[in-house]
């Protein structure tokens, strides 16, 4: 049975987090792809190509991407890759304090380019990037001109 994982499931956005899939055939070629949607419903994803190592596992932390969105070892390449489907839109986190991105990973069996919505993942989990740690507390900035907020640790 294939399982993918992402440890820790709960982070900050800027903390790393180790992705492994387990229970692949060796050398299977497979497709793992991130995606979420945005607080206004717009679809960001990656896509990267990999070959299981002779235990049946792929870790991006270990395992070089052979192509998609990145090539190469990059342990956070997915998250880092996420590319919108609708041109020239930006991935912005506006409520900051209140939820987190919630990033869904699957993985696919061979070289997979499309969305196929029939395409059923291999196995699938979820992680939440968020962007504020727990009791830190956010004091909009008002004054004349100047526009922003102060975020105060616990």
Do not use: N
Not at 18 to 41: C, F, H, M, N, Y
């Amino acid at each position: 049975m294939v399982e993918v994982t992402v440890t820790p499931q709960s982070s900050l956005a800027d903390r790393p987090v180790q992705i492994r899939v387990r229970g692949l055939s060796p050398s299977q070629l497979v497709t793992l792809r991130a995606w979420l949607k945005d607080e206004q419903g717009e679809l960001f994803q990656s896509r990267a190509f990999f070959r299981a190592d002779g235990a049946g596992e792929v870790d991006p932390g270990l395992h070089a991407a052979l192509g998609g969105s990145y090539s190469g070892v990059w342990p956070m390449g997915l998250f880092w890759f996420l590319q919108p489907d609708t041109l020239f839109r930006r991935l912005v986190k506006r409520d900051v304090a209140g939820s987190p991105f919630r990033v869904r990973l699957e993985v696919l069996d061979g070289l997979s380019l499309g969305a196929d919505p029939r395409e059923q993942p291999l196995a699938s989990c979820e992680a939440e990037r968020w962007y504020v740690g727990p009791g830190v507390q956010r004091v909009p900035i008002r004054e004349g001109r100047v526009r922003g907020a102060l975020f105060l640790p616990p």
